[in-house]
């Protein structure tokens, strides 16, 4: 993963961040739409307006100013601080809507700037009958916006930015101080005042959106500031709070001027508003163009960051766009392809048309800066320490906005923006494979979900917890890499219901050695985690003994929040001395209160995975409940989707008729959370053994679960573990106290 995009030659200050965001802010929809948005809604619900979309931009704005004052924003701006915080791959999706906004924002503001020649059309047409068509002015407009671009660069749009801008100012001012064009009675009904059958709420708010999207403008020359720290944050703040001011008082006089029914006519009502109206129209074009220059700076460099992460499946394709001047890195190819689009929805024509795609894609990365910003604040990361900081419940208002507003304003827009991020992110992941993963910032974040909800359990009342039973196993076996019979019954347990921690056991004095020893065998662990898609937690101990190891994890914190309640071990049924450590140490588990699993392993394995067989006697009943929830437990693991559980009840010929009656009971009662057609009673004569029996009737299983008890540990030893060669894999059980299931 590259860790730097392009830079280029710093040129910019401040001030031209101010300049692109102000300029773009102040733009077309103010000019051409507030009238008709107060007509249709009012001045509160235009104010409604403005106050919704800065509750967006003004969360963003901070956000922005927060992210840009704790790391350099390079190249790309916006693009920049998302791939950097969700990864490349994420990154690039929202960064490909992103630029494709930009660049259509460069077609709505020429479209718009065409309206501005509305008098001259007029004039033409009714003095010489010449019908001009506003495209034509639009696509010369867009010509001459080329040309300008790819023959002098960023330098002379934001020199002309500063003479538009003082153009775009004194027209609001020659505005404010116009009178009104018709005489209206003051009060609140000429401020709730609307045309008849209004249009609603939220198409009026998804085509004056664009309007507030001009504060991130500046952002986007990140990789052409001196000091993006500092002018980020200052340039993007101060346009977004000039601007929400502005237009509160450009919907007070409009409302305050006009009828409802004039303001949405007339989509220059303001020229005839203004003290001198020429001025008006002079200020639209001065608005559309500046923000025309400023999209059409923006739009390549987020172009030609993206380029230069390699995001195209073609590196010709990567190096044309991320190519850029010799002195100043100036995106001339880039610049190209933008134009080019911007042609294309020019040729369209429809302003709210294009307002409202424009709209979807700006949503989206807002939430997604306005998300980080949360993100960074709930991650809590020590390295995170911006000198400018917003509050997490402002980000976290922000993102819930953006989606909100995006299925309100228009679900199928939504819908489709929504996907196509989507696929394209499949599509960048399908051949940039190496960039795919968790990023720091939801590691973060994860890390505190995972320790505020550990606190919180272990701090919960621990009444009824027989009754709310769930597994939370702790395996540890020195042969992980050679048998992986329990790390299957791990991952099975811990699929669904259960939580599941695997320790590989290096028998070792603690050294350099082993400790590097362990770190390698902990990487391959987790390898073998992903490739078997397991939810089952690995690591590893150095330890010189299987005592001193077990005396370790009996005390670990579980790893769920829950204290671990069971261990298991593993041995293979042609090494016997294996059980001596085990046997050996069963009182330390004992005295734990944990309960108790040992799982034998034979070279068929877990065969096919469709019967498993459970075993009890009139004295094994508290073992009973716990080896059936175990084994519908795994029987939930796609590996036993075709598994069945059948029981096996064992006992002497004169307690056949007593037991059946007393199984049967437990079963239709409930205690005993199986069906009395899984039950099978076996007759146990005086001459047979037992093992001989299990052994008879469990040849074709998959696995054979045995409850045991600790004192026939005690009494037989190893031996009682011994005797099961005919049958698979074996798992013998020994509750601590009986579970009780609801």
């Not at 008098?119 to 001009?132: D, E, K």
């Not at 590691?443 to 917890?465: C, P, T, W």
């Not at 069963?586 to 944990?594: A, E, V």
Request: with cysteine; aromatic share 12%; proline share 3%.
């Amino acid at each position: 993963m590259k860790e730097k995009l392009v830079t280029s030659k710093v040129q910019f200050g401040t001030a031209a961040v101010f300049m692109t965001a102000i300029s773009t802010i102040l733009g077309a929809v103010m000019f051409l739409r507030f009238g008709y948005a107060v007509g249709n809604v009012g001045f509160f619900g235009t104010l409604m307006i403005i106050v919704i979309g800065h509750l967006i931009t003004i969360p963003t704005a901070m956000a922005l100013a927060e992210i840009a004052t704790n790391q350099k924003v390079e190249g790309g701006g916006e693009y920049f601080i998302i791939s950097r915080s969700f990864g490349l791959n994420s990154g690039a999706a929202i960064g490909l809507a992103l630029f494709f906004s930009q660049a259509i924002s460069v077609a709505f503001y020429i479209i718009a700037f065409a309206q501005a020649f509305d008098p001259v059309i007029n004039f033409l047409q009714v003095n010489y009958n010449f019908m001009l068509d506003k495209r034509m002015i639009s696509l010369i407009a867009m010509a001459a916006l080329t040309t300008l671009m790819l023959t002098r660069g960023a330098g002379s749009g934001i020199k002309a930015l500063y003479g538009v801008v003082g153009l775009l100012f004194l027209s609001i001012v020659f505005f404010f101080f116009g009178s009104p064009i018709t005489e209206l009675e003051s009060g609140i009904t000429t401020l709730t005042d609307t045309v008849a059958n209004p249009d609603d709420f939220f198409l009026v708010f998804a085509i004056c959106f664009p309007a507030f999207t001009g504060m991130t403008a500046g952002v986007g020359l990140s990789g052409d500031l001196k000091n993006p720290k500092k002018s980020i944050p200052i340039g993007t703040l101060s346009a977004t709070l000039i601007g929400m001011i502005i237009y509160v008082l450009i919907a007070y006089k409009l409302s305050m001027s006009a009828s409802a029914q004039e303001l949405v006519g007339d989509q220059l009502i303001m020229s005839r508003i203004a003290l001198w109206g020429p001025i008006i129209p002079l200020g639209l074009a001065a608005a559309t163009i500046s923000s025309a220059l400023g999209s059409i700076m923006v739009a390549p460099r987020t172009l030609q960051a993206l380029a230069g992460d390699g995001i195209f499946p073609s590196q010709i394709i990567n190096k044309w766009l991320s190519l850029g001047k010799a002195n100043t890195n100036e995106p001339t190819n880039a610049s190209l392809v933008t134009c080019l689009i911007a042609f294309f929805f020019i040729a369209i024509g429809d302003v709210d048309f294009v307002a409202q795609i424009i709209s979807m894609f700006f949503m989206v990365t807002y939430g997604s800066i306005c998300f980080i910003s949360f993100l960074e604040h709930f991650a809590a990361d020590p390295s995170y320490r911006p000198a400018f900081k917003s509050k997490w419940y402002l980000s976290l208002l922000g993102t819930i906005l953006c989606v909100w507003l995006m299925f309100k304003m228009n679900p199928g827009y939504a819908f489709l923006s929504i996907s196509f991020m989507i696929f394209t992110f499949i599509g960048i992941s399908y051949y940039l494979k190496d960039r795919q993963g968790m990023t720091a910032i939801f590691q973060g974040a994860i890390f505190q979900l995972s320790r505020g909800l550990q606190v919180f359990l272990q701090k919960a009342k621990k009444e009824n917890i027989d009754s709310h039973w769930r597994p939370s196993i702790i395996c540890l076996s020195s042969e992980s890499f050679e048998r992986f019979a329990a790390y299957d019954l791990l991952r099975w347990i811990s699929h669904r219901y259960g939580f599941g921690t695997h320790i590989h056991l290096i028998k070792d004095y603690l050294s350099k050695e082993s400790h590097n020893l362990a770190k390698a065998d902990l990487g391959r662990l987790i390898k073998i985690g992903d490739i078997s898609k397991s939810n089952v937690f690995v690591d590893t101990l150095v330890s010189p003994s299987i005592t001193s190891a077990i005396t370790q994890i009996i005390q670990l914190p579980g790893i769920s929040g829950k204290e671990n309640n069971m261990i298991l071990f593993e041995y293979p049924k042609d090494e016997p001395d294996v059980l001596n450590d085990i046997v050996d140490n069963f009182k330390l588990i004992f005295i734990s209160d944990f309960d108790f699993c040992v799982l034998g392993t034979s070279d068929r394995g877990f065969g096919y995975k469709r019967e498993i067989h459970i075993w009890i006697t009139s004295k094994d009943y508290e073992n009973a409940n716990l080896m059936i929830l175990l084994s519908y437990i795994i029987l939930g693991h796609p590996d036993w989707k075709d598994g069945e559980i059948k029981i096996f009840a064992l006992f002497p010929e004169s307690e056949l008729v007593e037991q059946k009656e007393y199984l049967l009971n437990l079963a239709k009662t409930g205690r005993l959370p199986i069906s009395p057609n899984n039950i099978v009673l076996v007759e146990q004569k005086s001459d047979m053994d037992a093992k001989q029996i299990i052994n008879d009737f469990s040849t074709d299983a998959d696995l054979t679960i045995i409850g045991i008890r600790g004192e026939q540990i005690k009494a037989t030893g190893r031996d009682m573990f011994l005797g099961y060669d005919k049958i698979s894999n074996v798992l013998f059980i020994n509750s601590t106290r009986e579970k009780q299931i609801e």
